[in-house]
C-alpha cells in the first residue's frame, strides 16, 4: 500500500514536493493529524496548479485572438497592395504622355509615378530625375519645410476624401522659388479606404522673394 502511495506522489509531483510527500507517506510513524495536513496540501498544490492552468488558458486565448487579428490585417494589407498596383499599371499608361505634371504617392507619402512632363518642370530644375524620386519620399527630393507642406497636404486629403486645391511652392537650384496650382484627389480601393494620393499640377509660375514673405 505505501508503495503505491508513493508511486502516485511521484507521478503527481516533481522536484522536492515530490519527495517530500514521498517520504512522509512512507513513514508509518506518521500520525493521523498528520497525514490529514498533507493532504490538505496536495489539494492545494492541485487548487493552484487548476488556476495556473486556466491563467495560461486565458493567455494563450489573448494570444490566439491576436494572431488571427493579425492574420485578418495582412489579409487586407495584401488585397490594398494588389488594387494599387493594379490602379499603378492604368495610371501609368493612362497619364504618362499627358501634358502637364502628374504623379501619384501611396499613403506613406512614397512617390509610386510621376509623368515625363513632372521630371521636365519640376525635378529637371532641381538636378533631379524620376530615379532620384520614385520609391522615396518628399523629404528626400526638397527641402524640409517644402517637404513638410507637402506632407500635410496629402495628409489632409487622405483625412477628408475628396479632391482639394492648393498652392505649393518650392526653391529650384539657382535660388528661383516656383509655385503650383495643384489638385491633389484620393485614389480608393474601396469607398472608405484610401490607398493612394494623386495629383496634377494645373500651372506653374515663378514667384519672387517679396511674394514669399
Known amino acids: 500500500m505505501d508503495s503505491m502511495i508513493a508511486t502516485i506522489a511521484a507521478a503527481l509531483f ?18 493521523e493529524t498528520e497525514f490529514s495536513s498533507l493532504i490538505k496540501v496536495y489539494k492545494d498544490l492541485l487548487d493552484s496548479n487548476k488556476e495556473t492552468l486556466k491563467e495560461c488558458g486565458i493567455r494563450l486565448d489573448d494570444l490566439e485572438r491576436t494572431v488571427e487579428n493579425l492574420k485578418t490585417d495582412v489579409h487586407r494589407k495584401d488585397k490594398e497592395i494588389q488594387h494599387l498596383r493594379n490602379q499603378l499599371l492604368i495610371f501609368e499608361s493612362s497619364h504618362s504622355d499627358v501634358p502637364v505634371p502628374i504623379w ?9 509615378f510621376l509623368n515625363d512632363e513632372y521630371e521636365k518642370a519640376i525635378l529637371r530644375p532641381i538636378n533631379k530625375t524620376k530615379e532620384d524620386y520614385i520609391g522615396e519620399t518628399d523629404f528626400k527630393i ?9 506632407r500635410k497636404n496629402d495628409r489632409r486629403v487622405q483625412t477628408q476624401k475628396k479632391p482639394i486645391r492648393f498652392k505649393e511652392k518650392w526653391e529650384g537650384v539657382n535660388g528661383t522659388w516656383y509655385e503650383g496650382d495643384v489638385i491633389k484627389y484620393p ?6 479606404t484610401v490607398i ?15 511674394i514669399l514673405k
Open 104 to 112: 501619384l504617392k501611396d499613403t506613406n507619402g512614397i512617390m509610386l
Open 142 to 150: 526638397f527641402s524640409s519645410d517644402v517637404a513638410s507642406t507637402f
Open 196 to 210: 493612394g494620393i494623386g495629383g496634377i499640377i494645373i500651372n506653374i509660375k515663378e514667384i519672387d522673394e517679396a
Open 187 to 192: 485614389r480608393f480601393l474601396n469607398r472608405d
Open 14 to 31: 516533481s522536484g522536492g514536493a515530490a519527495s517530500f510527500l514521498t517520504y512522509k507517506l512512507g513513514n508509518r510513524k506518521q500520525d
